[in-house]
């Protein structure tokens, strides 16, 4: 009776926990627990035997649920990073705008604006007359040039009439392209130059909403940034064959130092600000032995263009300044 009763327990935990019937379970159960075609006194179930049975069958079970579960774990945490993965992959690769048609829009953008206004009538028209002059070259030019010098013939006539705020965001347009063109000279592809004017985008108006008046180190900070443009005039006087003296009545000068140290914080620091980008520019061409020349030149005569400007009656010697700093990258035939 023992024996009967035990085999209808153990059959009854199996139709509880195990719907379906499982050989291997039943094997070692009974390897445990001797089936006997006859049961008598020497024979009988021993208490232990029936409770041992349970215990291994619920740890098996118990284990063999633990690995499915943690099965489904893995398969859905490879899942996840799967999604993650293309999901990430997909961001890195979806296109951005492009920037050049931006800064242009931007550009004419606050044209119209400017030109909207009775009171800044004057200005409108200098930076009319410097477009007009600049048309038969500006399409001969590379569209990230062109964009630039249109960004200087507004920049030129807002700084002048002392409109700080204007000023900042035209000249922003010149400096992120300047950066852009430093990855452009070392071989960076368009879609990371593109990229990279966005990111500049963002910093640079960050940072011209943000900037701070000059800290304690400014003497030690203007002396350092004149230092590297006078290595610069070095530079282009050891390497080419331009005559800059001779058209620039401030290029034997120092006027860097003065500029940066001016006492208006604003110009200050767009000096400042400017020659960061300046200086990546005319570096990243260095890694582009075919552009070197034109890069430096522009730079030069860009700053030439910007000191001669502090000289009273030398507005026309700056426009052509100005101009020689473009007129390097039209593409000799």
């Given at each position: 009776?023992?024996?009967?009763?035990?085999?209808?327990?153990?059959?009854?935990?199996?139709?509880?926990?195990?719907?379906?019937?499982?050989?291997?379970?039943?094997?070692?159960?009974?390897?445990?627990?001797?089936?006997?075609?006859?049961?008598?006194?020497?024979?009988?179930?021993?208490?232990?035997?029936?409770p041992a049975c349970n215990i291994i069958m619920r740890l098996i079970k118990f284990f063999l649920f633990s690995i499915f579960i943690l099965d489904i774990i893995v398969s859905v945490e490879s899942e996840k990073a799967t999604k993650k993965g293309k999901t990430?992959?997909?961001?890195?690769?979806?296109?951005?705008?492009?920037?050049?048609?931006?800064?242009?829009?931007?550009?004419?953008?606050i044209n119209t604006r400017l030109c909207l206004r009775e009171d800044l009538?004057?200005?409108?028209?200098?930076?009319?007359?410097?477009?007009?002059?600049?048309?038969?070259?500006?399409?001969?030019?590379a569209p990230y040039y062109s964009i630039?010098?249109?960004?200087?013939?507004?920049?030129?006539?807002?700084?002048?009439?002392?409109?700080d705020i204007l000023s900042i965001q035209v000249i922003r347009v010149h400096r992120v392209l300047g950066?852009?063109?430093?990855?452009?000279?070392?071989?960076?592809?368009?879609?990371?130059?593109?990229?990279?004017?966005w990111s500049h985008w963002n910093v640079l108006k960050l940072e011209d909403e943000n900037f701070l008046p000059p800290g304690d180190g400014i003497e030690t900070y203007c002396r350092y940034i004149s230092n590297e443009y006078e290595m610069l005039k070095?530079?282009?006087?050891?390497?080419?064959?331009?005559?800059?003296s001779s058209t620039s009545p401030v290029f034997g000068a120092t006027p860097m130092y003065n500029a940066c140290m001016s006492t208006d914080e604003f110009m200050s620091y767009i000096i400042r600000s400017d020659w960061e980008h300046h200086r990546r520019e005319m570096i990243g061409s260095l890694m582009s032995?075919?552009?070197?020349?034109?890069?430096?030149?522009?730079?030069?005569?860009?700053?030439?263009?910007?000191?001669?400007?502090y000289i009273p009656g030398a507005s026309e010697l700056v426009i052509q300044q100005l101009f020689n700093s473009f007129t390097v990258f039209i593409p000799i035939p």
């Open positions: 009776k023992k024996y009967i009763a035990a085999q209808t327990s153990i059959s009854n935990y199996r139709h509880f926990y195990n719907p379906i019937p499982n050989t291997k379970l039943k094997t070692l159960c009974f390897y445990i627990i001797p089936k006997k075609k006859t049961v008598t006194k020497e024979n009988q179930l021993e208490p232990f035997q029936l990430s992959q997909k961001t890195k690769e979806s296109p951005v705008e492009e920037f050049l048609p931006f800064a242009l829009d931007f550009l004419e953008d009538s004057a200005v409108c028209e200098r930076v009319a007359g410097l477009v007009a002059i600049g048309t038969p070259f500006i399409d001969a030019i630039n010098f249109r960004a200087m013939t507004l920049a030129y006539p807002l700084v002048l009439a002392g409109l950066y852009g063109n430093n990855l452009r000279l070392q071989g960076n592809t368009e879609d990371t130059v593109n990229r990279a004017y070095a530079f282009a006087v050891d390497n080419f064959e331009v005559d800059f032995s075919k552009k070197t020349k034109s890069i430096v030149v522009y730079t030069i005569w860009h700053w030439e263009s910007l000191f001669t400007s």
